[in-house]
């Protein structure tokens, strides 16, 4: 281990936050370097100091009841659940009663179409919006985003180009903080696709992309917390998928759709 | 990203997405008030302390507060894991929200990750014998640090949160909350050490 880097990972170090291998090679580097190993102690005698001598502010009890009082417990709160009106309740007024039964009907009419609803078969859009987002959620669980890691241009569409019998149009974004990652394969809507991943500080943005026949209407969804949106342009569909927000993504896919 | 990040602990932990109790389906708004006030305000002091040291003042601290809580109440049912880092990150972002509205000039360059710089020398002599601070001008030090370095410090060193909670809760990558710590601590014990340095100087003249 260098000192430059011991001297990096000292902080991570005395946080507790190191992993145990790279603590073991940095106590080795400490046993051996007595002014490395007199920084630590200085900087653990800094932490303690800002933990016993830096104010802790506790809240003003007259602050919490003041919060408390204001949380909204009674029925004036606007996101107050639906099933609320099936339930009986004290405060209810002589004249709602008789709209109980009518909500119950309503209930029993609703989840009958939701049911409905559910057996039908998904459209393709759906059935394909499924799919990229498994997809999406497939490769953060796996921490596995790419088989083809670069962030050059030249070297990701050859790679995706070789294997696939079209040849995705591979954006440079870097300019605009997009910062392309790599690629990767998938089969998406029985068919091999290319992927595209592009990174915007901590968020992954993965686009997909494969040859479609006509040109599909811009659209936006937002699907359990990630945003997607799609487009077509020269021949190609787009699926993208991120949890970026909704005002960064559009700016990406802007930029994406740019002739 | 830095190289040696790989180093850290939680660096490739999964995103949990559900790892939290389901909503009770028939829960009444007394029942959810009830199970509000058991999750969440118990982090209530964390929540003010936080307040407290980004806005500087106790009088905007308790309005930051009493919003975000109120905040925090809308959103309950977006809980996922761990309370106390997700309420602090509502007083975070109400704490934007209220710095932009009452202080615009001071957002400048707040989230901007460009500020971001990495420790490359060891830290040197300016790391004094650290126990001899004095309790106010330790205190002067962090509150005249910047605010990305301020936030973080306050979080690791008084809210003992690991660095995958302050990551969460600054919305940084944990490699960023590393280096931040790192200037922090060194910014504040180089305002301390010019500050006795001074102060010696007077004395043994």
Redesign the interface.
């Known amino acids: 281990m260098t000192r430059e880097e011991a001297a990096r990972l000292l902080h991570a170090y005395i946080d507790g936050e190191l992993d145990p291998v790279k603590s073991l090679e940095l106590e080795a580097h400490l046993a051996e370097n007595p002014s490395v190993r007199a920084a630590c102690e200085r900087l653990r005698g800094m932490s303690a100091a800002i933990r016993d001598k830096a104010d802790y502010h506790p809240a003003p009890a007259w602050l919490e009841a003041r919060v408390r009082a204001a949380i909204p417990a009674g029925p004036e709160n606007v996101s107050a659940p639906w099933w609320r009106w099936l339930k009986p309740a004290g405060s209810f007024s002589a004249a709602a009663d008789w709209l109980r039964p009518a909500a119950s009907f309503a209930a029993v009419a609703l989840v009958t179409w939701v049911v409905a609803l559910g057996t039908m078969r998904p459209s393709e859009d759906e059935r394909i919006t499924q799919e990229v987002l498994a997809s999406h959620v497939r490769a953060t669980l796996a921490n596995r985003f790419y088989d083809v890691a670069s962030s050059d241009q030249h070297t990701v569409k050859p790679w995706l180009s070789a294997r696939l019998a079209f040849s995705p149009p591979v954006a440079d974004l870097s300019a605009s903080g997009f910062e392309l990652v790599g690629g990767r394969l998938d089969y998406i809507g029985a068919q091999p696709v290319a992927v595209l991943v592009y990174k915007r500080r901590q968020h992954l943005i993965d686009v997909f992309v494969w040859p479609v026949e006509a040109q599909k209407t811009e659209q936006t969804l937002a699907h359990d917390g990630f945003n997607i949106e799609r487009f077509a342009r020269n021949g190609m569909g787009f699926w993208v998928v991120s949890d970026l927000s909704r005002n960064e993504l559009d700016d990406f896919v802007r930029l994406l759709a740019a002739p | 990203m830095l190289a040696?990040d790989s180093?850290?602990?939680?660096e490739?932990d999964?995103?949990a997405?559900h790892d939290t109790d389901p909503v009770p389906?028939?829960?009444?708004?007394?029942e959810?008030?009830r199970r509000?006030?058991q999750w969440v305000?118990p982090h209530?002091?964390a929540?003010?302390?936080l307040a407290?040291?980004l806005t500087r003042n106790?009088h905007d601290?308790?309005d930051v507060?009493?919003e975000a809580?109120?905040r925090a109440?809308?959103f309950f049912d977006g809980l996922r894991g761990e309370a106390k880092p997700w309420l602090l990150s509502i007083v975070r972002n109400s704490f934007l929200t209220w710095l932009h509205i009452n202080r615009p000039a001071e957002t400048v360059g707040f989230d901007d990750?460009a500020i971001d710089l990495?420790?490359?020398?060891?830290?040197?002599p300016e790391?004094?014998?650290?126990?001899s601070?004095d309790?106010k001008m330790?205190?002067e030090a962090?509150a005249a640090l910047p605010l990305q370095f301020r936030e973080v410090?306050?979080l690791?060193?008084?809210e003992d949160l690991?660095?995958k909670d302050i990551a969460r809760i600054a919305d940084?990558?944990i490699g960023t909350v590393?280096s931040r710590?790192?200037r922090a601590?060194r910014l504040?014990?180089q305002s301390l050490g010019a500050t006795s340095n001074i102060s010696g100087t007077q004395v043994h003249k």
């Open positions: 040696a180093a850290l602990l939680h490739t999964p995103v997405l389906l028939h829960e009444t708004l007394s959810r008030k509000f006030e305000l209530f002091d929540a003010y302390n407290r040291w106790d601290a308790q507060v009493q809580v109120l109440y809308r990750g990495i420790p490359t020398d060891a830290d040197g790391i004094l014998a650290a126990r601070f309790r330790l205190n962090i410090l306050i690791r060193e008084l690991s660095y940084v990558p590393m710590l790192a601590r504040v014990a």
